[in-house]
């Protein structure tokens, strides 16, 4: 028994180092692959090569790293290389950038090799001389809305939405454990689903508060500048979904079935601020929705309320 435990030991450590001193090439080094070169190389991940079409900013994130290669282009020297291939470039130049490895004719057969995109699946990599398990995509569920220089811990205690083969999904997990991040596995018929998701919880969210943003400016004569009057009600609702739940986190005039306020809210905003009247009657029906599952109105005070919202469409 004790022999076998040592055998079992000593092969998943030489493993794990093994994994740890490959040779990592990263393509883009934007919002997404700057923090990743920097969470990587502070857990001891081993970076060769770093490209991109912007070689200052290229030095100005590897300011510390006097080992890495900057490379403003893609290279046989720089695919034959390395060990491990990062594509951390913008959905809408991925399809284009690997057309271009492609065209060099490599064989990346022992390399594992993987993309950032939360939309795109392993698919894309079809068109390269690889072995289809040692690819996929690795997608942190978090926003970026700068270049990091640093490790700012953006990627630690998140999750990350992974896909692809199995040696490539095993890679995945132990960077996860690096980062101390969590992982869910996004079936490739569900990735377009997957990153709608990401969207309205983060895109979508971004735009809410600038609606909010909108109609503070109108409350007062002297103009209420900015949402912050707002952050107490919002930070104790997130807390209140994140500890109790939607259903139960859900109040005002809907929870409640209060018809007659909802009219008011639907009579100034047609009149006032026609632009963002779908915008409340779009919420205002899942809010309904929400309040009928939750039992806290009639399904009587449902459908009253459905079809004033209805009505002013």
Same mark, same amino acid.
């Given at each position: 028994?004790?022999?076998?435990?040592?055998?079992?030991?000593?092969?998943?450590?030489?493993?794990?180092?093994?994994? $740890?001193?490959?040779?990592?090439?990263?393509?883009?080094?934007?919002?997404?692959? @700057? +923090?990743?070169?920097? !969470?990587?190389?502070?857990?001891?991940?081993?970076?060769?090569?770093?490209?991109?079409?912007?070689?200052?900013?290229?030095?100005? +994130?590897?300011?510390?790293?006097?080992?890495?290669?900057?490379?403003?282009?893609?290279?046989?020297?720089? &695919?034959?290389?390395?060990?491990? +291939?990062?594509?951390?470039?913008?959905?809408? @130049?991925?399809?284009?950038?690997?057309?271009?490895?492609?065209?060099?004719?490599?064989?990346?057969?022992?390399?594992?090799?993987?993309?950032? @995109?939360?939309?795109?699946? !392993?698919?894309?990599?079809?068109?390269?001389?690889?072995?289809?398990?040692?690819?996929?995509?690795?997608?942190?569920?978090?926003? #970026?809305? *700068?270049?990091?220089?640093?490790?700012?811990?953006?990627?630690?205690?998140?999750?990350?939405?992974?896909?692809?083969?199995?040696?490539?999904?095993?890679?995945?997990?132990?960077?996860?454990? !690096?980062?101390? @991040?969590? #992982?869910? +596995?996004?079936?490739?018929?569900?990735?377009?689903?997957? =990153?709608?998701?990401?969207?309205?919880?983060?895109?979508?969210?971004?735009?809410?508060?600038?609606?909010? /943003?909108?109609?503070?400016?109108?409350?007062?004569?002297?103009?209420?500048?900015?949402?912050?009057?707002?952050?107490?009600?919002?930070?104790?609702? &997130?807390?209140?979904?994140?500890?109790?739940?939607?259903?139960?986190? &859900?109040?005002?005039?809907?929870?409640?079935?209060?018809?007659? *306020?909802?009219?008011? =809210?639907?009579?100034?905003?047609?009149?006032?601020?026609?632009?963002?009247?779908?915008?409340? $009657?779009?919420?205002? &029906?899942?809010?309904?929705?929400? !309040?009928?599952?939750?039992? /806290?109105?009639?399904?009587?005070?449902?459908?009253?309320?459905?079809?004033?919202?209805?009505?002013?469409?």
């Amino acid at each position: 028994m004790m022999v076998l435990l040592q055998f079992y030991l000593k092969n998943n450590l030489q493993k794990k180092v093994k994994n $740890i001193e490959k040779k990592i090439c990263l393509i883009g080094a934007g919002k997404v692959g @700057s +923090i990743l070169y920097h !969470s990587l190389k502070k857990s001891g991940y081993r970076f060769e090569y770093l490209v991109d079409i912007h070689l200052k900013t290229l030095k100005e +994130i590897t300011a510390k790293d006097k080992n890495v290669k900057l490379k403003n282009n893609i290279s046989k020297e720089v &695919l034959n290389n390395s060990d491990v +291939i990062i594509f951390a470039v913008h959905d809408k @130049s991925l399809n284009k950038v690997i057309d271009e490895c492609a065209k060099l004719k490599m064989n990346l057969n022992d390399k594992i090799v993987f993309h950032t @995109s939360g939309i795109e699946t !392993s698919d894309v990599f079809k068109i390269l001389n690889v072995n289809k398990l040692n690819t996929g995509s690795y997608h942190p569920l978090q926003t #970026f809305n *700068t270049i990091s220089y640093n490790n700012n811990r953006l990627l630690n205690d998140i999750y990350f939405g992974i896909e692809g083969g199995t040696e490539a999904v095993k890679y995945f997990k132990e960077l996860c454990k !690096s980062f101390k @991040s969590k #992982f869910i +596995i996004i079936p490739k018929n569900k990735k377009v689903l997957y =990153h709608s998701a990401c969207v309205i919880a983060s895109n979508f969210l971004v735009s809410h508060f600038n609606i909010l /943003s909108k109609i503070t400016k109108s409350i007062s004569a002297g103009g209420i500048e900015g949402i912050e009057i707002f952050k107490p009600i919002v930070m104790k609702t &997130l807390e209140n979904i994140f500890t109790n739940g939607i259903e139960k986190s &859900l109040t005002g005039p809907f929870e409640r079935g209060d018809i007659d *306020t909802i009219d008011l =809210h639907l009579k100034y905003f047609k009149e006032n601020l026609p632009s963002k009247l779908y915008y409340y $009657i779009l919420l205002g &029906l899942e809010a309904m929705n929400l !309040s009928k599952k939750k039992k /806290s109105i009639t399904g009587k005070e449902a459908k009253e309320i459905e079809k004033l919202l209805i009505n002013n469409v």
